[in-house]
């Protein structure tokens, strides 16, 4: 498919696990956001990549949330001890360039229990 | 820092009667301004966005907007609903034309036959 992929589509973890969210970009984008969306709202920016920097990570809320891009083309958002204010549906979205349209993927609904 | 209501969380429009959904949002500049729609099962979608110039903006769908700076508003329009339009739309703001946005809490949108 030619659209940003996010995986799993569902992740259901016990309070204090790890998770990894993956997400796929549209191949050629080299801007890579994450975004999360708790229920009945709106997203919430999380973190920026231009290639394989992060260029702005001031939307993670503390130090247990991380997000890597190796290679500039996947990236994977980690959270560490997991707390049930954490679950929400994290949406990932690539741009070609930092200034033009962001695509948007269909996002992971974590639920923490 | 910027921030964007949407002071409707739910409207009901008749299908074929006309839509307008409001955004206001707090900046001490002009923004650049986006309306996305978010359906179930599929990732957010950018209906358009305006930077500069004609205050009035043609998106897709057959959706418009207005900028208005002396109400510091971005209403959304749409002449004829169709029920396809039933969804959940987001208005956003980002300060620096880039995709660091920053969403209102959304509008959902029922559409009777």
């Known amino acids: 498919g030619a659209g940003v992929s996010q995986t799993p589509s569902n992740k259901v973890t016990e309070k204090g696990k790890y998770v990894e969210l993956r997400c796929d970009p549209i191949?050629?984008?080299?801007?890579l956001y994450w975004y999360r969306q708790s229920l009945g709202q709106g997203p919430e920016f999380l973190i920026y990549?231009?290639?394989?920097?992060?260029?702005?990570d001031s939307g993670l809320p503390n130090d247990r949330f991380f997000a890597v891009r190796p290679e500039g083309s996947v990236s994977t958002l980690k959270i560490q001890r997991t707390e049930r204010g954490d679950s929400a549906v994290y949406l990932c979205?690539?741009?070609?360039?930092?200034?033009?349209?962001?695509?948007f993927g269909q996002g992971t609904r974590l639920t923490v229990v | 820092a910027q921030s964007v209501t949407q002071p409707d969380i739910h409207i009901t429009v008749s299908e074929g009667a006309s839509l307008e959904l409001r955004c206001n949002y707090s900046?001490?500049?002009?923004?650049?301004l986006f309306w996305y729609v978010q359906s179930p099962g599929q990732g957010l979608q950018l209906l358009l966005k305006?930077?500069?110039?004609?205050?009035l903006v043609q998106g897709i769908k057959g959706f418009e907007a207005e900028f208005k700076r002396s109400q510091s508003s971005f209403n959304l329009r749409k002449p004829s609903v169709h029920w396809s339009d039933a969804a959940e739309y987001f208005c956003?703001?980002?300060?620096?034309?880039?995709?660091?946005?920053?969403f209102g809490g959304g509008t959902r949108v029922l559409v009777k036959p």
């Open positions: 956003a703001v980002d300060v620096a034309a880039g995709n660091k946005l920053t």
């Open positions: 305006y930077f500069s110039g004609d205050t």
């Open positions: 191949s050629g984008h080299t801007a």
């Open positions: 990549f231009q290639g394989t920097g992060a260029a702005d």
């Open positions: 979205a690539s741009s070609r360039t930092e200034y033009t349209e962001a695509f």
């Open positions: 900046y001490g500049a002009t923004p650049y």
